[in-house]
């Protein structure tokens, strides 16, 4: 009798064609939704009549794009991106390279076949498309999970720490479809480590693990083993790659970079070579983060500018005399300190009001002594708790990114006194500079525990990349919208 029921009409193959028509889609409405603006700003190129146009140079255009459509559908087919469960900024990050060359190659096409062109059409349906691709084939995959088409029936091979952590990671994104159905337990004490888990936990031995499998509909298998369960099943994995076509495997590798692996075998051998970078020790890569700062930073502060002085005008009224900006001495790069700027977002006695409220209260100050955080602060004014939970105080921190002490996306800043607290992780804190935005922001803010914002900063600074900045920077946006988590 089987272990857990699969649902047979979950068939993932079956959604590799609606993926293909929505990306189809979205570029049809790409090139359509160009050319309605170059109707809107440049009105002049019809001639007054869109039928002319259409006659004389749209349909060339058309079928140049759309014949490139075609080819980059079927590139997405080919490389999987309609099987494959890509977690979602790998999946950006490979759709945004694809449509980067279909975008230069309809450029040279009508370029070297001296086609009547608009340097307006093509390039603007291919930033749209930048857009529209994206979001629709999100939306369709949404629409396939609701129709119990892209679910895949998983179970995970393992009951250690790292299986829980797997299982955290699959369930984080929920559009990557992983259906876990259980968790199969190799060694005796695997299922004890599991005790409390909300997902069945099966306690098999090594030899009725293949028989398992197959009794149960071969689900799909993610092998997360911690070492000493690995050993214990090191013949089943390998009959499991016959049997399989594809496996996922995450090894017991916590602590290392992970971005930027590059993974070699020797001939002959059953060893995997892994060899790992730190980013943040190569010269050009650092040059290219600094000068993402200088053009974010410097954009910000010039669009941001008219929010300065309303912002400014509303501390004066509330907050009563000093500054309008509030610099505090917090440790930067290589332990270096540095003034980071916020907007005031207290009162001008602000010191006198803290101690009083931490002699009078046990509960507040044990609160403080925790994060050095109160959660109802009295000393905050009502622009100062608004600028907190949108974030906005810390905008002067522009200024900061701007000298080179701090960066747009990094560790969080701290003060001297914290830096204990990083432990043997704070070599990650001292060896980048701070950032205005982080992973700790984007990951739930004041409601993660210190331990956690710990955790976090060391895997930026382990993991650094341009794309994950630019990631980080999108994941603030939306943060900030919510006020999710600010305090």
């Known amino acids: 009798m089987p272990d857990i029921e699969l649902n047979k009409s979950q068939l993932p193959e079956r959604a590799k064609p609606w993926f293909a028509l929505a990306d189809f889609a979205a570029l049809a409405i790409s090139f359509v939704a160009a050319v309605g603006l170059l109707w809107l700003f440049r009105s002049h190129r019809f001639g007054g009549s869109l039928h002319n146009w259409w006659l004389w140079e749209g349909q060339q255009q058309a079928a140049g794009f759309l014949g490139l459509a075609l080819i980059t559908v079927a590139t997405f087919w080919w490389r999987g991106h309609y099987s494959l469960r890509l977690p979602f900024w790998d999946e950006l990050l490979e759709i945004l390279r ?3 060359l279909a975008a230069l190659l309809n450029g040279m096409l009508v370029l070297l076949g001296k086609f009547a062109i608009s340097r307006f059409l093509w390039p603007v349906s291919w930033g749209v498309a930048l857009l529209m691709l994206p979001w629709l084939r999100g939306a369709m ?43 199969l337990a190799v060694t005796p004490a695997g299922a004890e480590q599991l005790a409390h888990s909300t997902i069945k936990v099966v306690q098999l031995s090594p030899d009725e693990l293949l028989g398992w499998l197959d009794a149960n509909g071969r689900p799909h298998v993610v092998v997360a083993a911690a070492q000493d369960e690995m050993r214990a099943i090191e013949t089943q994995v390998e009959q499991l790659s016959l049997r399989y076509k594809d496996l996922h495997v995450i090894p017991p590798i916590a602590g290392l970079p992970l971005f930027g692996v590059v993974p070699h075998h020797f001939f002959s051998h059953e060893v995997l070579l892994l060899r790992v970078r730190n980013n943040l020790t190569v010269k050009s890569l650092t040059a290219l983060k600094r000068a993402f700062d200088l053009f974010g930073a410097g954009v910000g502060l010039l669009l941001l500018s008219p929010l300065f002085a309303f912002v400014a005008v509303q501390i004066k009224r509330q907050g009563g005399p000093g500054a309008v900006f509030f610099g505090h001495v917090r440790v930067g790069m290589n332990g270096a300190p540095f003034k980071c700027w916020k907007f005031r977002t207290m009162v001008h006695n602000s010191q006198e009001v803290l101690e009083n409220l931490l002699a009078s209260s046990a509960e507040a100050r044990a609160e403080w002594d925790k994060d050095f955080k109160l959660k109802n602060d009295p000393r905050i004014t009502p622009i100062g708790a608004f600028l907190r939970k949108t974030s906005l105080d810390e905008i002067p921190q522009l200024w900061n990114v701007i000298k080179g002490e701090m960066s747009l996306v990094g560790p969080r800043p701290i003060i001297t006194e914290e830096l204990e607290r990083y432990g043997d992780k704070v070599d990650f804190y001292l060896e980048a500079r701070p950032g205005l935005t982080g992973l700790w922001q984007v990951s739930g803010r004041n409601d993660v525990s210190y331990a956690e914002r710990v955790a976090l900063d060391a895997w930026y600074v382990k993991n650094w990349n341009l794309w994950y900045d630019v990631a980080i920077v999108c994941k603030t946006i939306k943060t900030v919208t919510r006020g999710s988590g600010a305090y």
Do not use: K
């Open 98 to 100: 694809s449509l980067l």
């Open 141 to 183: 995959r949404q629409a396939l999970l609701r129709a119990g088409i892209w679910q895949l029936p998983t179970v995970i091979i393992g009951a250690s720490a790292n299986a829980h952590e797997a299982y955290r990671a699959m369930m984080s994104e929920a559009q990557l479809g992983f259906d876990v159905q259980a968790f």
